[in-house]
Structures are given as structure tokens and as C-alpha cells.
């Protein structure tokens, strides 16, 4: 059974920061393409990040420059380090494979406001 378990969410004014982490289980971690999703008011689920097994990135232009996407395959962990933070980016992100299946998480929520 996998569990995907989304942690770090908070609320932070804009030009803040936070790092969200995705712990994964009962999938061989260290071999799947992951990345963060993100679902804000009004729109259907959109991809933020994503990284390879070998740890290529990926980034929707809306985050390019200030948002990273890293993973930690001894802890099967996948991180999104987010800077520079804006309203917009408000939403709940969730991680999940590449491309996603039906397996998603809680989500952690991000809210950024001033």
C-alpha cells in the first residue's frame, strides 16, 4: 500500500520561505520520478516541480528560479524548498509520482498572506 505523507506547510508573508517534505511507502522510492503538485483556489491540480530518479528537475514556469526540488533516497524523501514566496503560490501541495497515480496524500497546506 503506498502512503505519500506531505509536512512544512504554514502560512508566511509573500517573499518568505518555507521547505515541504514528502515522506513515501511501499514504493521502491529510490527508482520513481516524484514531484509536487499543487492545488490552488479555483483550478484543477497543476504540477510545480518534478525530479527523476537520477535527479533531473523540472519546474513550471510560474516557479522557475525560486522554488527547488530535491530528494533524499535513504530516507525516501522528496523536499520543495520554496523562496520568494507571492500570494499566488497559496494552495495545498501534494507530492506524488511522475506522472501521478490515485495514490495521493493529505496535503499540506501553504498560504501565503500579508
Known amino acids: 500500500q503506498v502512503q505519500l505523507v506531505e509536512s512544512g506547510g504554514g502560512r508566511v508573508q509573500p517573499g518568505g520561505s518555507l521547505r515541504l517534505s514528502c515522506t513515501a511507502s511501499g514504493i521502491i522510492f529510490s527508482i520513481k520520478a516524484m514531484g509536487w503538485y499543487r492545488q490552488t483556489s479555483g483550478k484543477q491540480r497543476e504540477v510545480v516541480a518534478l525530479i527523476t530518479s537520477s535527479g533531473a528537475t523540472t519546474y513550471a514556469d510560474s516557479v522557475k528560479g525560486r522554488f527547488t526540488i530535491s530528494r533524499d533516497n535513504t530516507l525516501n524523501t522528496v523536499y520543495l524548498q520554496m523562496n520568494s514566496l507571492k500570494f499566488e503560490d497559496t494552495g495545498v501541495y501534494y507530492c506524488?509520482?511522475?506522472?501521478?497515480?490515485?495514490?495521493w496524500g493529505q496535503g499540506t497546506q501553504v498560504t501565503v498572506s500579508a
Open positions: 506524488n509520482r511522475d506522472p501521478p497515480t490515485d495514490d
